[in-house]
């Protein structure tokens, strides 16, 4: 859904500031809801201005930034920690599934190669 126009949000406010109408008639007269209106008088009181604001939604990531890079650097320095480790090494406050989950994100996978040769359990001679 686009956003409303500035010149439309404009015309929204004024014909609220002029106080003939309440919010729910004004909506009416707009083909708006009243809430809408509301919503638009709210920003231009608490943020000066009727822009459309951007919207961040969702949880905020727990490693991110500086951290992120430390984290970086501590995979290639010390390959073979844990993630335990690792989570106590950056003075991370995240769950250990969290940092998982990261670190896929990241790319870094865990898992054991093929090229090694296997280890064989044989049978011991007498």
Request: with cysteine.
């Amino acid at each position: 859904m686009k956003p409303l126009s500035l010149d439309f949000r404009e015309r929204l406010v004024a014909a609220y500031e002029a106080g003939e109408e309440s919010l729910a008639e004004i909506g009416r007269r707009f083909s708006v809801s009243g809430r809408v209106v509301g919503k638009l008088v709210r920003q231009k009181q608490d943020l000066g201005t009727l822009e459309a604001q951007l919207h961040r939604r969702g949880r905020k990531p727990a490693v991110s930034g500086q951290k992120k890079v430390e984290l970086l650097e501590h995979l290639k320095k010390y390959p073979d920690a844990t993630v335990l480790e690792r989570r106590g090494a950056l003075g991370l406050t995240c769950s250990e599934k969290t940092l998982w989950q990261t670190l896929r994100k990241m790319g870094w996978r865990f898992k054991k190669s093929r090229r090694v040769r296997r280890n064989k359990i044989a049978p011991t001679l007498p």
